[in-house]
């Protein structure tokens, strides 16, 4: 199929679908589980939080602060995840189309840490923002950032005019090592997906399968890579250890973590980590793969009216 003169290239009309769909599905996923993402905001950013489950943590955090603390800093946030997924899925695609048909778990991680890489460099500024947006008025913001901006473009600007452009790619090491987790949840999702494939016999399997190949394929790459993540958002954020400069780099705040907390320290807020990222990778693998499938159905299989 790859002779004559079919010309692969980036910039396909799927590329787009599977970019919206991403997208898309992403942003419907993290909608419905937002409340877990500030549980694990809070264990991994406040040092004198208990670390409780995740129920628990809802319930006191409900209690102490209201319901609407549950959704502090969802606006930027989607808006953020909205960008950065139609960067990873239209990279991801977009490599894809210009590889060979067929497709390998080895090529499949190549790719998505391609794909990783583009999106870390493009988006982290947004990252940034989000985690500072998140945490305002609890107390854990530095102090000059709190009553400053509200918006995702206001926090750009101001950290950009205030702190340097070096600080709204803060956690970038961490975040280029992160690009394992991704790459590895694409390998694992593609992988099972061909297998998937080839046992419906090419059929559309039901929608509770893409939800568990999902959940899996998110399940191992964050439990495999978990204490980068908690390293990720203390630098984002501006970390809060007292004998450590405030420019310490990743591998410093590893080990002081390691240190004062042990192993456990590393996996902190990791039960409500793995609850939200799992649900959450599950339900946007699920409704990417059904939106991909819708708009095709519709913008290219619709029959040509002569």
């Known amino acids: 199929m790859s002779g004559g003169g079919h010309n692969r290239n980036v910039f396909t009309y799927d590329t787009l ?22 549980v694990r905001s809070r264990l991994q950013l406040e040092e004198g939080r208990q670390s409780k489950n995740t129920l628990a943590t809802i319930r006191e955090l409900v209690a102490k602060e209201g319901p609407y603390t549950l959704y502090r800093g969802i606006v930027p946030v989607l808006q953020s ?35 990783g890489v583009i999106n870390v460099l ?9 985690t500072r947006l998140k945490m305002r008025g609890i107390g854990v913001t530095p102090e000059r950032n ?26 970038t090491l961490p975040s280029l090592m992160l690009v394992a987790n991704p790459a590895i949840q694409f390998m694992t999702y593609e992988s099972i997906k061909r297998k998937v494939g080839v046992s419906f016999g090419g059929a559309q399997p039901p929608a509770w399968v893409f939800f568990a190949m999902g959940a ?8 495999l890579t978990y204490p980068l993540q908690l390293v990720q958002t203390k630098l984002r954020h501006g970390h809060k250890f007292p004998n450590l400069p405030p420019n310490a780099g990743t591998l410093q705040i590893l080990f002081y973590i390691l240190k004062k907390h042990g192993i456990s320290g ?27 499938r819708f708009v095709f159905r519709i913008l290219l299989y619709k029959p040509v009216l002569r």
């Open 17 to 38: 679908v599977h970019a919206i769909s991403g997208a898309a599905g992403s942003v419907v996923a993290m909608a419905a589980f937002y409340p877990l993402d500030t």
């Open 81 to 115: 995840l909205c960008a950065s997924n139609f960067v990873y899925f239209y990279t991801f695609h977009g490599l894809k189309e210009l590889r060979s048909r067929s497709q390998t778990a080895g090529s499949d991680l190549l790719i998505a840490s391609i794909a």
């Open 122 to 130: 493009t988006t982290t500024p947004l990252w940034v923002v989000n």
């Open 146 to 171: 709190n009553n400053e901006y509200t918006t995702l473009y206001d926090g750009l600007k101001h950290i950009w005019k205030y702190e340097g452009l070096d600080k709204l790619w803060a956690g």
């Open 216 to 223: 899996i394929a998110k399940a191992i790459a964050t439990s």
């Open 266 to 292: 590393l996996y902190r807020g990791m039960e409500a980590k793995l609850l939200q990222t799992v649900l959450t990778a599950a339900l946007m693998f699920l409704a990417y793969e059904k939106i991909a």
